[in-house]
């Protein structure tokens, strides 16, 4: 709760359902194995019918392709992108969560 609230601040024309959903995702996924990602995300989508696709994730572009760009430089281009992205996200949300 206390993450989503951060959100509210940063985000307050989104309605609470929507800032809710979005916690509860972003906040989640980067913990999650890949068998439970679509359990989860089913889980979600029972809570919130029709409402995955209308909330944004919150990201960090300018970031995001700076992961591309090392990884494909590395030829890691999937695992690291993957593993940076959701440190990025947990990170985000912790940082939050301790302001």
């Known amino acids: 709760m206390y993450v989503a609230g951060g959100m509210k601040r940063d985000q ?3 309605s609470e359902d929507k800032v809710l959903l979005q916690a509860l995702r972003d ?3 980067g913990k999650l194995t890949a068998d439970d990602h ?3 995300m089913g889980l979600l989508n ?6 995955l696709d209308l909330v944004p994730r919150l990201r ?7 992961i591309v760009k090392s990884a494909v430089e ?3 281009y999937w695992a690291f ?5 959701s440190l990025f996200a ?9 302001l």
């Open 60 to 66: 960090d572009m300018p970031f995001e392709e700076q």
């Open 81 to 85: 992108h993957q593993i940076l992205a």
């Open 27 to 29: 906040f989640n996924l």
């Open 46 to 51: 029972d809570l919130f019918p029709k409402m």
């Open 38 to 40: 679509g359990i989860f």
């Open 90 to 98: 947990h990170t985000r949300t912790r940082r939050d969560y301790y």
């Open 12 to 14: 307050p024309e989104l």
């Open 74 to 76: 590395l030829g890691t």
